[in-house]
């Protein structure tokens, strides 16, 4: 009997990791005690595991969601990272991984460190820790001859900055500073979001400025002209659809002020890697940000005082299919303040090997699961949510890990 897909949720605020059985919701395994570091998300690995960071431990935990079903644990490995975790991303073979920290619960960046890991060392998995410098760095590594290179995408100033990830690992002990094998500029100030297609080993980060690309040249950066927002404002999130080769994000407009974010517009945007096709799908005012990639269908989960919405785009022929009500939030965010601070949210997930959608309900404990565009049950947890909770919705052989970065 085939495998049904697993939806794996985190409560950070609680401190709670859950699988569940879809569509029914029955529990498959728990984890109590685990803070998933809610910026780098959870990150799909080949051979169906899942990794995010515990941001209280300061842990790396790989998970393999259908491994009790067979006589596994439920927590494949654990390696120890530096906290707050910003990014977290894998080469493509999934066996080597990196995470940046970022600001965590501090107004300004005060955190150097960098984590690189390797899963399959001789004698377990082995972790390095490195100083690099400052900020709210984005990561990728792409493979090539001698090894993986690990990319940072820093903000302040603009650089994708690359270092071997064989020469971190090899670092000594007491988080050395190190030199990177090569740099190249970005625009300063507004990096915000990365991709990395494993394919042609392609980088792409988002700025205000558009989409800017390079590719690996040995152990250097070729930078190639960035890809336009195709309109007025910026994305502030990027991801791959590696079933369809798509660039996706959600380009925003409107007033700077977030205090006034349900003026906000929102676009779908999307590069077609291939063709080089690039276009924009309308979404309504308010508070989106991440978005699902499934089988057919690219969900985002709009937040306006007037009604949230679940928005269902068409993946293959973008344009919007559905638009779904969702049950409101209590402490929602509300017109004159930030959407971000104090406030509940929504997390969506979906997998390219499969149909579902889920979305959360901050505060309530709930996940309402649709079936393409249709809505198909709500589920409801032990725990609230608070935060929206995160969400990464997998299925077997699905190819997520195609997307090697943490979302």
């Known amino acids: 009997m085939p495998l049904a897909p697993r939806l794996l949720v985190a409560d950070q605020v609680a ?12 529990v498959t395994g728990a984890l109590e005690g685990r803070h998933l570091a809610e910026h780098a998300g959870f990150l799909a690995l080949p051979g169906g595991r899942w990794a995010f960071v515990d941001d209280l431990a300061g842990e790396l935990v790989v998970l393999d969601p259908y491994g009790p079903d067979a006589g596994r644990p439920l927590v494949a490995a654990t390696a120890p990272v530096a906290v707050p975790a910003e990014h977290l991303a894998a080469d493509p073979s999934g066996r080597r991984l990196a995470v940046t920290t970022g600001l965590g619960r501090n107004g300004q960046a005060w955190t150097d460190l960098l984590t690189v890991v390797d899963l399959g060392a001789a004698a377990g998995p082995k972790s390095v820790r490195v100083r690099t410098r400052a900020g709210e760095p984005g990561v990728t590594l792409p493979a090539g001859p001698g090894g993986p290179l690990v990319v940072l995408r820093h903000r302040e100033p603009g650089s994708l900055t690359a270092y071997r990830h064989a020469d971190l690992l090899a670092a000594a002990p007491g988080c050395p500073p190190v030199t990177p094998a090569h740099e190249t500029e970005l625009p300063d100030h507004d990096g915000h979001g990365d991709a990395h297609d494993p394919l042609t080993g392609r980088l792409f980060a988002a700025a205000g400025s558009g989409v800017h690309r390079a590719r690996r ?3 250097r950066l070729v930078v190639e002209e960035p890809l336009p927002w195709a309109g007025p404002g910026r994305g502030y999130y990027l991801r791959l659809d590696p079933a369809r080769r798509t660039l996706w994000s959600c380009v925003r407009g409107g007033p700077a002020d977030p205090a006034r974010w349900p003026e906000w517009t929102n676009d779908a945007w999307y590069h077609a890697l291939d063709p080089g096709r690039t276009g924009r799908v309308p979404l309504g005012p308010g508070l989106v940000f991440r978005l699902a990639v499934g089988a057919r269908h690219v969900a985002f989960a709009r937040v306006h005082p ?4 679940l928005v269902v785009l068409d993946a293959a022929a973008p344009r919007v299919t559905a638009r779904r009500p969702l049950p409101p939030m209590d402490g929602a965010p509300r017109p004159g303040g930030t959407p971000w601070d104090g406030v509940q949210r929504r997390a969506v997930a979906a997998s390219p090997g499969a149909d579902l959608t ?6 309530h404990g709930e996940i309402h699961l649709f079936d393409g565009t249709e809505p198909l049950a709500t589920l409801t947890l032990p725990i609230p949510l608070d935060d929206g909770g995160h969400l990464a919705l997998t299925s077997p052989d699905d190819g997520a890990w195609a997307d090697p970065v943490g979302r």
């Open 358 to 363: 889920a979305v959360t309900r901050g505060g």
């Open 217 to 219: 040249d040995g152990d």
């Open 306 to 309: 007037d009604g949230d919405e």
């Open 15 to 26: 401190g709670s990791v859950m699988v569940l059985d879809l569509p029914g919701g029955r």
